[in-house]
């Protein structure tokens, strides 16, 4: 049952409320953590719900990249911040010492939130500025983890027990003296000195305590022994009081100094104290989301739609270790009483998630089926879902889940039998039923477990189904259990009534705990019967008792049953040829990512050879024209100064003469061709220049043998076409050649972009660009070298 406009403790407790809060409170890091989890309650104002579910779902996303962030455990603090605030009060050193501790974890519960602000700034809205680290450094330096006050909290207190320290060693040493100085069969066995009534005392035999004297401070229990503090030393004793009552002041005194420092920072403790107990509940419940993989629900925005969801109570808790009975360890899970829970799991152990989706105009689910199939699980896990989702915490729900808002649950679920009110189990029933029909309206959550049930069958499905119409006609959710035939015919009579059940394997009679939204269940009594060994004489009479109406029902719905088993079955096939499919495909991708790859390698490592090759090609290359140019300055310090001016002229006029024939094609060669410059056959400028014997040539000069006008770079390697190329520029340029005819054809273009490169660099070289059309074109380029 419940109340109007809330959740009465006897819904809560039914529904194991408090047992999924403790699933949540594990995961706190203090227990005021904890104690804040399980204090937590239903509300029933849509925007707090809202705001509260964003929190914690902005935490759990951050907790899955950064699993570094934690709260901070504080003490109970919520005394000694009382007692502040009364003046002149003093607090005791355990409680400064517990201050002093949440001071430090406020102080990194700060630090926390002020790193995460940018990620989650719902999160970093519950800090505050704790109060000044002095103050948990003074509270270190003057006390233990036990409330001890040190020496160094003040230097009167460090001599006072300084003090104190001395009086005891004169007094001890005074009474060893004594106590050797007795006579064997005056002292005790194995006698030393001792404390009695906070007095030092040495034990003595009670016959000589006459010789010995002073004051006895006890006996022991068979009166043989007393404990005397001789006369001689009781000046000490009272000095040693003396010196420990200074301390205890100066002690006192301390703790006061201490108390009035916090005093006026009473509120900013309270805050920041109340911070890190806020935190470590937000942490417990993001954790918990991370842990069962939750997600938040929309709150009152639309109707009841859970997809993927879990009974929390069947979800894996934390695993806690236990000492077996032989000191081994084991885990174990626990439900609400500390029972093993078996619960809603496949065939493999695993929790087995439902999705129930109402459209619109449902608002009643009636679930039929037989029994162990999951049935009371399922309605209880729908009320837990919402319970929890209310209180502000992520259940074990799936994506683009939503969740009504309701103002009040009601639950009649298990046996209600009650000797002491003298109720049956159907009266008690009726009972939760009347008191749901006074107080249930729009927005409520109505769970009724096996409605109609403990009467006759006729009556209980009369009562039912006149409870179902009404809780509908006022738009109440309502999830039914039933087992009764005459209820699956409500769902087509009664507009916003909607059948659903939990799927039964009908060959191995065994459940799979799958909701079926719209399709009642079989109830497999006789069925089970069958199994379980019940005569085949007495089936067959039992089943001929059978009215007509049900045995059609129950036929069809065995027809719906096999068709739906034929449809999964081949849903199944086709996704297991779908994810082959994908599979087949992702390798495909994977292999051609990986030849796609090792290409890439192969071109970047012929790349770095090639690169390295040029190199030092260019090296020697740039060695062997320091030479070159050496030797050809000294060649043409030996030519005659007019003959190389005769020799230039007839070049220039040559290329000048060739250039304005040839004028027609300078457009396309200039668009073509290396600096845009027209160039003319090697035939041509021979003809213009005449005859290489004709120009005078000194004694001393170069043999022209060792040179030629004309290479050729076709077939050849990188490589092999740049050496080629080096070595005929050399000796063009040794045997004083005006120009070199360069074979590089035209092909992919890379030995081509591998000459013009070597030419644009070679400050021997004057101009160079591509033969024309009918002397080999871009398959041919033609260097002037410089005078």
């Excluded at 902005?58 to 009382?82: F, K, N, R, T």
């Excluded at 060959?507 to 379980?532: D, F, H, M, Q």
């Excluded at 007495?538 to 065995?558: N, S």
């Amino acid at each position: 049952m419940s109340v109007a406009g809330g959740v009465a403790p006897s819904v809560l407790d039914t529904l194991e409320f408090p047992a999924a809060l403790e699933r949540v409170a594990a995961h706190a890091a203090g227990p005021l953590g904890a104690a804040r989890v399980r204090g937590r309650a239903p509300a029933t104002d849509p925007e707090p719900i809202r705001a509260a579910l964003a929190q914690v779902a902005e935490l759990a996303a951050l907790l899955l990249h950064d699993d570094a962030i934690s709260a901070e455990p504080v003490p109970d603090i919520g005394p000694a911040l009382e007692l502040l605030a009364v003046p002149g009060s003093a607090l005791e050193g355990l409680q400064l010492a517990a201050l002093g501790r949440g001071l430090g974890a406020a102080r990194l519960t700060a630090a926390t939130l002020v790193r995460i602000a940018r990620d989650a700034p719902r999160t970093a809205a519950l800090r505050v500025e704790p109060p000044p680290k002095e103050l948990e450094q003074r509270l270190m330096q003057s006390l233990d983890a036990e409330g001890a006050v040190l020496d160094a909290a003040s230097r009167a207190l460090a001599r006072a027990r300084q003090h104190v320290r001395e009086a005891r060693q004169r007094l001890v040493a005074k009474l060893e003296a004594m106590l050797g100085a007795l006579d064997p069969t005056d002292r005790a066995p194995d006698a030393a000195v001792t404390l009695r009534g906070g007095r030092y005392v040495i034990p003595i035999r009670s016959t000589a305590r006459s010789r010995v004297g002073g004051i006895v401070h006890d006996e022991s229990a068979t009166r043989s022994t007393v404990f005397v503090e001789p006369a001689e030393v009781i000046e000490l004793g009272n000095a040693l009081r003396a010196a420990e009552a200074e301390q205890q002041r100066e002690v006192l005194r301390v703790l006061r100094e201490l108390t009035d420092l916090l005093r006026p920072r009473r509120d900013a403790l309270a805050a920041a104290w109340e911070m890190c107990i806020a935190f470590d509940d937000l942490c417990a419940r993001a954790r918990y989301a991370v842990e069962v993989n939750g997600f938040a629900p929309a709150i009152g925005a639309g109707p009841l739609t859970i997809r993927n969801g879990r009974h929390p109570l069947l979800v894996p808790p934390l695993r806690t270790a236990e000492r077996g009975p032989g000191g081994e360890d084991h885990t174990v899970e626990r439900g609400s009483g500390g029972e093993d829970r078996s619960g809603e799991r496949g065939a493999g152990g695993e929790v087995v998630p439902f999705d129930l989706i109402l459209a619109p105009d449902e608002v009643t689910v009636l679930v039929s089926g037989p029994n162990t199939g999951g049935k009371t699980v399922l309605i209880k896990a729908v009320g837990l879902l919402c319970l929890m989702a209310q209180s502000g915490i992520i259940p074990p729900l799936g994506p683009q889940s939503a969740l009504p808002m309701f103002g009040a649950v009601f639950a009649d679920i298990g046996d209600r039998q009650s000797i002491a009110a003298s109720l049956s189990t159907f009266s008690a029933h009726v009972a939760a039923l009347r008191d749901i029909l006074e107080h249930a309206g729009p927005g409520a959550l109505v769970l009724l477990d096996e409605i109609g049930s403990g009467t006759d069958p006729a009556e209980g499905g009369a009562l039912a189904a006149a409870v179902l119409r009404t809780l509908t006609r006022r738009r109440v959710v309502t999830l039914a259990t039933t087992h009764l035939g005459a209820l699956k015919q409500l769902a087509a009579e009664t507009v916003g009534i909607v059948n659903a059940s939990l799927q039964f394997e009908a060959e191995t009679l065994t459940p799979t705990y799958r909701l079926l939204k719209g399709v009642p269940g079989r109830s497999y009594g006789l069925a089970i019967a069958r199994r379980l060994g019940i005569a085949a004489d007495v089936l067959a009479m039992a089943e001929r008792a059978v009215p007509d109406a049900e045995r059609a029902l129950d036929a069809l719905l065995a027809t719906v049953e096999a068709r739906a088993r034929e449809l999964e079955t081949q849903a199944q096939e086709l996704a297991a040829r779908d994810a082959a499919l994908r599979e087949d495909a992702a390798k495909l991708d994977a292999r051609g990512d990986a030849v796609a790859t090792r290409e890439r390698e192969v071109r970047a490592r012929a790349l770095a050879l090639e690169r390295e090759a040029r190199e030092q090609a260019r090296a020697y290359l740039l060695e062997a024209r320091r030479k070159v140019e050496a030797a050809l300055g000294r060649a043409r310090a030996a030519v005659d100064e007019a003959t190389a001016r005769q020799a230039r002229r007839l070049v220039e006029q040559a290329i000048e003469a060739t250039t304005e024939e040839t004028a027609d094609d300078k457009a396309e060669q200039a668009a073509e061709g290396g600096k845009g410059k027209a160039w003319v056959s090697l035939e041509d400028l021979k003809r213009t220049r005449g005859k290489p014997s004709q120009i005078a040539r000194p004694p001393d000069r170069l043999p022209a043998a060792v040179a030629t006008a004309e290479i050729s770079l076709r077939g050849l390697r990188v490589d092999e076409a740049e050496t080629q190329l080096v070595k005929a520029l050399d000796e063009a340029v040794l045997a004083d050649l005006p120009y070199l005819r360069v074979i590089h054809g035209k092909g992919t273009g890379v030995i081509r972009k591998l000459v013009h490169d070597l030419l644009s660099a070679d400050s021997r070289v004057k101009r160079f660009g591509f033969a024309p059309a009918n002397q080999g074109g871009h398959g041919v380029t033609i260097v002037e070298f410089t005078a």
